[in-house]
């Protein structure tokens, strides 16, 4: 342990001179950290090296779903190499795992044909689809276009998606059985529709075709004629004379009675409030509005407080922080690449967020205690200095 807490502790070399003051939070995080952790602590290389002679089976056993599995493992591919899970080493940020639009393209020719776990990257332009295995958790193999569904993959993915750079099954719009072509089909067999789902028919190109558009179009023409109806009425009643000027006048001086409005001098009119005023130091409406808008913005300052804070952190640290849990995976390759890739990185920065939620408690703890003053002092000054209802006593003589 505290070999673990020497090697925790080397990283304050790393963060910038105008992060120092992050500097005493990151050790409170850390000291939290160890005393949590104990001997189960994942920082040191003694659990990384447990897959290395294990089965297959055993690896397959191994979730990257699981909350209790190893945050930097590698595990063994189909030919004996030893394949890391991808990784980002260091405070910067790396390349994430993410949409095939924008991941990048591998340019090894020679993980063709070759089983690996997890890989973030495409497969290179040889063997550009990545086929999901069939007997193998989260292992893919770059093959081509013919090859889809053959070569131990999953047999019903055989259509190859350049968009996606990846074998996939059957999926047709609209469709409740889709039947996917043979291995190198193409055209009208490379996939099919065969039961489309209620409300849509099946064509002879095995597409689904919907046949109740005329429902759609009669309801925006209903939805017309109302909103014409509608804004004839509006146009009418403000076209129309007014007939009881008295009683609108009386209206609108009622309205100016009940409006909270500011004192003026004697012999001049009392006028609103301005739009800017102060509500958590002018006394506009009594004690109570005072306290409800102090709330207000202790609420506010509570919670930009917090969150500059993570950002500073993400922004001295890692940004990773900011993406956690926020990458799009399409494909069956990329899913388990980003899984792999958050779990790695979650328990990498895990004393960050334990650094944070101790500075949330401490800043919330002292921030209760400081508005709770502030404000029985406020209701406390505010009532010997000003004359309320609760100065007035009511006496009743002459009871029996």
């Known amino acids: 342990r505290v070999g673990q807490t020497l090697r925790l502790l080397n990283v304050f070399r790393d963060i910038p001179p105008y992060c120092m003051p992050l500097h005493l939070l990151t050790l409170l995080g850390f000291a939290l950290l160890w005393l949590s952790a104990g001997n189960q602590g994942r920082c ?6 447990a897959y290395n002679g294990t089965s297959l089976l055993q690896i397959r056993s191994v979730s990257v ?7 930097m493992t590698t595990h063994r591919s189909s030919e004996g190499e030893l394949v890391e899970r991808p990784r980002i080493r260091g405070w910067g940020h790396e390349t994430v795992p993410g949409d095939p639009l924008h991941a990048r393209v591998s340019n090894d020719t020679s993980i063709c044909q070759n089983s690996i776990f997890a890989r973030p990257v495409l497969c290179p332009t040889v063997c550009p689809y990545a086929a999901e295995m069939q007997d193998k958790f989260c ?5 081509a276009e013919q090859q889809c569904g053959l070569l131990g993959t999953v047999p019903e993915a055989t259509i190859p998606d350049k968009r996606l750079h990846a074998c996939r099954h059957c999926k047709a719009e609209a469709c409740m059985t889709c039947v996917a072509g043979p291995p190198g089909a193409i055209g009208k067999k490379l996939e099919r529709c065969k039961t489309c789902l209620p409300g849509y028919s099946l064509t002879d190109e095995g597409e689904c075709s919907m046949h109740g558009q005329w429902v759609f179009a009669m309801m925006l023409a209903v939805a017309a004629v109302v909103l014409v109806i509608l804004m004839a009425l509006y146009f009418r009643m403000l076209a129309r004379p007014v007939v009881n000027q008295v009683g609108v006048s009386y209206g609108l001086e009622s309205r100016t009675r009940a409006m ?3 004192r003026s001098g004697q012999g001049e009119t009392d006028v609103p409030y301005p739009l800017f005023t102060n509500l ?3 006394n506009v409406a009594g004690v109570g509005t005072l306290l409800f808008f102090r709330f207000q913005l202790a609420l506010l300052i509570w919670v930009a407080t917090l969150f500059v804070t993570w950002l500073l952190l993400a922004f001295c640290v890692s940004t ?8 799009s995976a ?7 690449a980003v899984v792999s890739w958050g779990r790695g990185r979650q328990m990498a920065l895990l004393w960050v967020k334990v650094a944070w939620l101790s500075f949330a408690y401490l800043f919330s703890f002292a921030g209760a205690m400081l508005y709770a003053v502030q404000h029985c002092r406020l209701v406390t000054g505010f009532d010997s200095e000003n004359t309320t209802i609760a100065d007035f006593t009511a006496v009743l003589e002459g009871l029996p």
């Not at 292992?139 to 093959?143: A, L, N, Q, R, S």
Request: with cysteine; charged share 20%; glycine share 8%.
């Open 44 to 49: 040191g290389s003694g659990k990384r090296s």
């Open 65 to 71: 779903l699981q909350p209790h599995a190893p945050a």
């Open 139 to 143: 292992h893919f193999k770059c093959v």
């Open 260 to 262: 909270v409005l500011k």
């Open 280 to 282: 958590t130091r002018t």
């Open 320 to 327: 990773d922080l900011l993406i956690l849990g926020d990458r």
């Open 330 to 336: 399409t494909t069956p390759q990329l899913l388990c």
